[in-house]
């Protein structure tokens, strides 16, 4: 069935940056959109970013607009979540999936997961 896995997290402090990649198991992912995903233990699964198959369209989540991109690599089947600016509330677990993406709804549809990448900011 395959998966996408994320891979890039760390811990740094606010005002820095880490990129996020994601790598897909079984499949290519140069012909499917991607979201990214983060989630807090006890918290609801929230919605970060996008990229359409083509790289047309991206989404970002209001928090994260000014200070995220997105981009994608067909030639590694790797798609990029550049995070820049952080800060302590995007400490979270985050993951990638295999979806569509609207540029207004943003990630949905997604029907391949994986593992997450921890990413902590402290203040």
């Known amino acids: 069935r395959g998966s996408a896995q994320a891979s890039g997290g760390g811990s740094v402090h606010a005002g820095g940056s880490l990129r996020l990649s994601c790598a897909a198991s079984?499949?290519?992912?140069?012909?499917?959109?991607v979201g990214w995903f983060r989630q807090v233990p006890g918290s609801v699964r929230e919605a970060v970013s996008c990229i359409s198959s083509d790289g047309v369209d991206t989404y970002f989540g209001d928090s994260m607009k000014g200070r995220f991109t997105i981009s994608r690599d067909n030639a590694k089947n790797l798609v990029y979540l550049q995070m820049d600016n952080l800060k302590p509330e995007d400490t979270a677990e985050h993951y990638c999936?295999?979806?569509?993406?609207?540029?207004?709804?943003?990630?949905?549809?997604?029907?391949?997961w994986g593992k997450g990448t921890l990413v902590t900011v402290s203040s």
């Open positions: 079984g499949f290519s992912l140069n012909d499917y959109g």
């Open positions: 999936a295999r979806s569509l993406c609207g540029k207004q709804v943003g990630p949905h549809s997604m029907d391949i």
